[in-house]
């Protein structure tokens, strides 16, 4: 089992499945080539950092989700777990396209620190969370 975080989150999203699945892989994330790099590309590589050598299940959460689907193209799954995910991009919300537009407009530094305290809000709610949560 092979799963891949959204954005702004990292294998500790998957804790709870980790406990049923001790095999759990979650790849860290990689970093873009550039700021532009297609999905497509993007996971293309993370795909070529799994050490998987037989059929594996292959999971993502939203932007995880798009990246599977791109990476079970050359990875040839049993099956993909899409949770909470959008098959094209064109499939994203408005807001999440304008979003998107908006974050393309800005210079590089800007997105950065954007995203370097969109983590540490992750972190800081994180901390405030339950240690130990019942799933369903």
């Known amino acids: 089992l092979v799963m891949i975080p959204g954005t702004c ?3 500790r999203m998957f804790a709870p499945q980790r406990e049923a699945f001790p095999d759990l892989l979650c790849p860290p994330w990689i970093p873009p080539l550039h ?7 993007y996971a ?3 795909a ?8 594996c299940v292959l999971g993502g959460v ?15 799954p049993a099956a993909v777990v899409l949770i909470s995910t ?17 974050t393309a407009a800005l210079p590089d530094k800007a997105v950065s620190v954007l995203l370097r ?11 405030d969370l339950p ?6």
């Open 117 to 127: 305290g969109q983590a540490r809000l992750i972190e800081k709610l994180a901390e």
């Open 44 to 46: 293309m590589r993370l």
């Open 131 to 136: 240690h130990r949560a019942t799933y369903v």
């Open 9 to 11: 989150t990292d294998y």
């Open 62 to 76: 939203s932007l995880g989700g798009m990246l599977v689907q791109e990476m079970a193209r050359v990875m040839n």
């Open 35 to 41: 700021r532009k790099e297609p999905l497509q590309s």
């Open 86 to 102: 959008a098959s094209t991009s064109k499939a994203l919300s408005r807001l999440f396209q304008l979003n998107g537009k908006l």
């Open 48 to 55: 070529k950092t799994i050490p998987v050598t037989g059929p």
